[in-house]
């Protein structure tokens, strides 16, 4: 285990022993070379949901839709997000999914 320093929290480990910084890197490889290569979109599976949440944060920063690709996504978020009652379609997770689904 390496040493903490001081006054830093800890790192986020997560499989492997990795770090979350380390695992990013990764992702940002990951998304550059599926981007270069026009395979996107793309599934990634991560089988943590503290992982699957965290990536999805970082994914969320990223811009890897058209503005074509963000009015389809923003049509079909309405049409079947309409269909939820007033309270559940303001509930945090709508919104995130929504953004999420925005960015790519």
């Known amino acids: 285990k390496p040493p903490q ?3 830093q929290p800890p790192q986020q480990r997560f499989s492997k022993g990795r770090s979350l910084n380390t695992e990013r890197t990764q992702m940002s490889k990951l998304l550059g070379c599926l981007q270069k290569e ?3 979109p793309t599934i990634v599976f ?3 949901k503290k992982k699957c949440d965290l990536l999805a944060d970082y994914i969320r920063s990223k811009n890897l839709t058209t503005s074509e690709e963000k009015h389809e ?3 079909f978020c309405n049409r079947s997000f309409s269909r ?3 309270t559940d ?5 709508i919104k995130r999914v929504q953004d999420l ?3 790519g």
Do not use: E
Request: hydrophobic share 40%.
């Open 5 to 7: 320093r001081r006054n």
């Open 84 to 86: 939820r009652t007033g």
């Open 101 to 103: 689904l925005m960015n």
């Open 38 to 40: 026009g395979l996107l």
């Open 46 to 48: 991560a089988f943590s």
């Open 73 to 75: 996504i923003h049509v």
């Open 89 to 93: 379609r303001n509930l945090p997770q």
